[in-house]
């Protein structure tokens, strides 16, 4: 009897090494996101933050890089965070925005409308950069099966090493030092960047055969109306004023009539330039795609007023515990932004 025992108990701590070997070889093989294309990290680290935020952006590329928390904390005391990612699609945003609902209830949630062009998936890359950082939950599943392109498979998702056990040739110092703890690389989801390309010689949209969106981008629309209306959540539309890709008029047309219809809020920062004050020669770092700081911050400022004035939004700086913890995120904004003037060449304004 005592021989099995030990038998079984062997074959146990065989397993166990078998397992945790595995799943530490996985973690070493998973891109770590800390350099370079960071934008991988985003979705992970809001799982670190205190759950008390009243204003949630969901969107792709075009949220985290031309809205500032900080300054909507700063300039209006509104607590708030970007679940963006690259290339996010709808679909992807919808179940992020009920990943999110599952830790929190914000008040306002402002999804970026760009991303309807797309009633597929582009591309697997982008798909891992927005699923890989969700935790487990039905609604990460979901979130999979909606988002997989042909020739994907669930279980390359859920065991990951399938997917990168070929990533020995890149792997880099970064992946040993960040093989537990990862630096965090947003500030509240925003990503930070303070140089300028002026945007010069944009290209205009080339013309379609259908301007419709489709029904996939339509059906996720229509559900994620419906969840902020289960939750009590007011729902705000913006399309951010990157230049490129293109919006096409008929585009604007659709969301016009869509927003009306749902009674629905929706901005076209395209076309308030003077309202918000964007300039495209010193606002942009890379020619119109998206915001650098100046361009950031100023849009904050001009959406935070808006919010403030249109929906139930208050100014919570007043609380003792979340000023702090906003002092300290405050301090490593601006340690930032001096650590990029100085890597750019650039004057502190």
């Known amino acids: 009897m005592k021989t099995k025992q030990k038998t079984a108990l062997r074959v146990l701590v065989s397993v166990l090494i078998v397992i945790l070997s595995l799943a530490l070889l996985q973690r070493l093989l998973m891109p770590k996101y800390?350099?370079?294309i960071v934008e991988g990290a985003f979705v992970a680290e809001y799982y670190k933050e205190v759950k008390d935020h009243d204003l949630l952006f969901v969107g792709d590329c075009e949220v985290y890089e031309n809205f500032s928390p900080a300054?909507?904390?700063?300039d209006f005391g509104i607590n708030s965070y970007i679940r963006g990612s690259a290339e996010q699609y709808i679909f992807q945003s919808y179940y992020l925005l009920e990943d999110a609902f599952r830790y929190e209830t914000p008040k306002v949630v402002v999804f970026n409308i760009q991303s309807l062009q797309f009633s597929e998936a582009q591309s697997e890359a982008y798909n891992r950069m927005s699923l890989e950082g969700m935790r487990w939950s039905p609604t990460k599943v979901k979130a999979i099966f909606a988002s997989m392109k042909e020739g994907e498979h669930f279980l390359d998702y859920l065991f990951p090493l399938l997917r990168y056990h070929t990533r020995w040739s890149?792997?880099?110092s970064t992946d040993v030092e960040y093989l537990f703890k990862t630096k965090p690389v947003s500030f509240n989801g925003y990503y930070m960047r303070v140089d300028a390309k002026p945007a010069e010689n944009v290209p205009k949209g080339k013309p379609l055969a259908d301007y419709s969106f489709g029904d996939k981008a339509w059906e996720y629309l229509d559900?994620?109306?419906e969840l902020c209306e289960k939750e009590g959540v007011e729902l705000v539309l913006i399309k951010a004023p990157s230049l490129y890709p293109y919006w096409y008029p008929q585009w604007e047309e659709q969301m016009e009539e869509y927003a009306v219809q749902k009674g629905l809020p929706y901005i076209n920062l395209l076309e308030l330039q003077e309202e918000t004050g964007i300039d495209y020669t010193t606002d942009t770092y890379d020619g119109g795609l998206h915001m650098n700081l100046s361009g950031a911050e100023k849009l904050s400022r001009w959406l935070?007023?808006?919010?403030?004035?249109h929906t139930s939004l208050t100014d919570r700086r007043a609380e003792p515990e979340l000023s702090a913890r906003w002092e300290e995120k405050l301090s490593a904004y601006?340690?930032?932004?001096?650590?990029q003037y100085e890597?750019?060449?650039i004057e502190k304004p």
């Open 34 to 36: 800390v350099d370079g």
């Open 334 to 339: 601006e340690a930032e932004k001096e650590r």
């Open 71 to 74: 300054v909507l904390w700063q």
């Open 223 to 225: 559900k994620m109306v």
């Open 304 to 309: 935070g007023a808006w919010l403030m004035e």
């Open 343 to 345: 890597f750019y060449g």
């Open 170 to 172: 890149q792997l880099e």
